[in-house]
């Protein structure tokens, strides 16, 4: 199955592990994604406008130290799937996805007639964040995730596009106590809101479920410590599987 991501540094995330653990449950995905860090929706579409080979192009999570363009990777090959999101400091701002996710739509469906395409809802900031952005929200994580989530659904509802879920899973598993940041749970953030190594695997859990259809609940997948976690609780593994799979 091969799947084209045109996002940033949310999509790195999300799909760093994603290859390894679809693999780990017998399932072959070819994973491009099209990085450049913070890009907006807007952004992308004037890249796409002046096919300009400004993404950083990732394999499976790994760079491959080529530039691309996204019209050069559309046609690289027939896909599965093609997926897209907005940056997250703009996700909670409706009028902020136009008219550049129809223009991007636009072009996917013509350069990729009947492909899947979806949409990665963004995530809210751990609570804590300094990121400049989350003032926007008021520094609540609360509204930030309500914004957000109202943005892509009402979306993906204009467009007739799935979504994949992560923002929803990732507050989901909040809600936990051991996820519960405010009572001295372990965090998802390596940085207040970028993804750590459990931040990183529930998304890909998260993608593999949407795009193959597939149970997560005994994923063996173990990435190696990093992204901020220096040794890796297995406890913790399995109640991101656990979280996906009761969606």
Known sequence: MKILAIGNSFSTDATTYLHQTALAQGVDLEVYNLYIG????????????????????????????????????????????????????????????EPFLGLLLETIRKECPGVRILLHE????????????????????????????????????????EVIPCGDMIQKARSLPV???????????????????????????????????????????VPEAACGVEEVDECLMQVVRDVVEAE
């Open 38 to 97: 913070g890009c907006p929706l807007e952004k992308h579409a004037l890249n796409l406008e002046n096919d300009e080979p400004a993404y950083e192009e990732q394999l499976n999570g790994v760079p491959t130290g080529r530039m691309v363009s996204i019209r050069e990777m559309l046609r690289l090959q027939p896909w599965d799937a093609v997926i897209t999101q907005q940056a997250s400091p703009y996700s909670g701002w409706l009028e902020s996805y």
């Open 179 to 221: 996820f519960d940041t405010r009572n001295g749970g372990q965090t998802l953030c390596r940085d207040g809101f970028h993804m750590n190594l459990y931040g990183r695997y529930l998304t890909a859990c998260v993608w593999l479920k949407t795009l193959c259809g597939v149970s997560v609940k005994n994923n063996p997948f």
């Open 122 to 161: 963004t995530w809210a900031y751990e609570h804590t964040s300094t990121h400049s952005a989350f003032l926007r929200y008021r520094r609540s994580q609360q509204e930030m995730y309500e914004r957000i989530r109202s943005c892509y659904y009402m979306m993906a509802y204009k467009y007739g596009l």
